[in-house]
């Protein structure tokens, strides 16, 4: 049975004995990088897709049952549109410079990698001028080159091949700032941000249409700032593009996977994921990474249709013995038993995290 047919079967209720698949979108071990085949990498490092590359040799490295991760690059028909990157080596760190080039003036974000995590120092949207060069922005991108996408979004479904499922990274459109602003912009734009939400909602539907039609398996809906906003908040801003999204990915034969970081508690306690029943929900953090009583307390709740996901805290994983790693998927067995479960991590593999970590984390998940 190969890992692909093991997710289907899976997906349809069937027993195929334990899961364990972390979050990875990258090549994240401490073991040196290298393609091992079949075959020549399927991405060359100056494309976008490399890090592709990098998911499936991890896959194959540590044998879990992977959910790869991939984006396609939605060129503009207009060429003017695009948008130029520029990465700076500083201190140890690469400094990412976004500039998109519009008439009513540049956008400009830049973002700060420290080999462990990635954190925003300037976002586009700061005042309202900003919001109509990103609409004029968006409704430019929503005239993309559509052949060339599907194209591409083909040959990243046949580089996963029967090794797995791929999907791609899927936020509400309300999510286009940061959580820290979103807010502000939100009360002090209103009708801007309104309508640049509008156009990301047209723009997003129309990128789906085109991952669909390159044979991708799943969305993995991606909800941030669940310890910042509230549920009335997301009822009012997402929770209609949300079910709306979902609905229609299901019924093509698609599949969700729901992620949200950090407190998640109250969501769960208000029956929000039940209504929006994804087939895989994670992640399950208890204290000190979010604010859930119990993996078991979470799964009492949840609708036994979802499968859940997680939670290997990630400085077990980085920093641990393989034995606090080993113990670490025991309690996750314990408290998720009897219930729709695959071991996983709370969040990304780490850069660097120690090879016998995570083959003890795979060997003990599937022991």
């Not at 060429?79 to 080596?89: F, M, Q, R, S």
């Not at 500083?90 to 003036?105: A, F, H, Q």
């Not at 990698?113 to 954190?119: A, E, I, K, Q, S």
Request: a negative charge; proline letters at 6%.
């Amino acid at each position: 049975m190969t890992k692909r047919e093991k997710w289907m079967k899976y997906l349809a209720g069937e027993d195929v004995g334990p899961m364990a698949a972390p979050l990875c979108d990258k090549w994240g071990a401490a073991e040196k990088y290298e393609w091992t085949g079949p075959g020549p990498e399927p991405f060359t490092p100056d494309e976008k897709q490399w890090s592709l590359c990098g998911q499936l040799m991890m896959a194959k490295a540590f044998g879990w049952d992977p959910l790869f991760l991939a984006a396609i690059n939605f060129l503009p028909a207009d060429g003017g549109a695009e948008t130029i990157v520029t990465k700076t080596h500083k201190d140890n760190k690469i400094e990412t410079v976004s500039v998109i080039r519009t008439p009513l003036g540049d956008l400009t974000q830049i973002d700060e990698d420290n080999g462990v995590t990635t954190r925003p120092l300037k976002d586009y949207l700061e005042d309202e001028a900003d919001f109509h060069k990103m609409l004029w922005y968006t409704e430019q991108a929503r005239d993309f080159q559509r052949e060339a996408a599907v194209a591409e979004g083909k040959r990243i479904r046949a580089a996963v091949g029967v090794l797995g499922v791929v999907g791609t990274w899927v936020s509400p459109s309300v999510s286009m700032t940061g959580i820290q602003t979103l807010f502000y912009h939100l009360m002090d734009y209103r009708r801007a941000f309104a309508t640049l939400r509008e156009s990301r909602r047209i723009l997003q539907q129309k990128q789906l249409e085109v991952y669909l039609e390159a044979g991708f398996d799943y969305l993995f809906y991606c909800v941030p700032g669940t310890d910042s906003i509230s549920p009335g908040f997301l009822r009012e801003w997402m929770a209609d593009e949300i079910k709306e999204t979902l609905t229609w990915w299901k019924s093509h034969g698609g599949f969700i996977v729901w992620h949200s970081c950090g407190h998640v508690k109250t969501f769960i306690e208000q029956g929000f994921y039940n209504e929006m029943l994804p087939e895989v929900f994670e992640t399950l953090s208890e204290p000190p990474v979010g604010n859930i009583p119990s993996l078991a307390w979470a799964r009492e709740r949840l609708d036994p249709r979802i499968a859940t996901k997680g939670n290997i805290p990630l400085n077990i994983l980085l920093e641990g013995t393989p034995g606090d790693v080993r113990e670490a998927v025991r309690h996750v067995k314990r408290e998720t038993a009897g219930s729709r479960h695959i071991i996983g991590l709370s969040d990304n593999v780490l850069n660097g995290t120690p090879g016998e970590n995570l083959r003890a984390y795979v060997e003990e998940s599937y022991m």
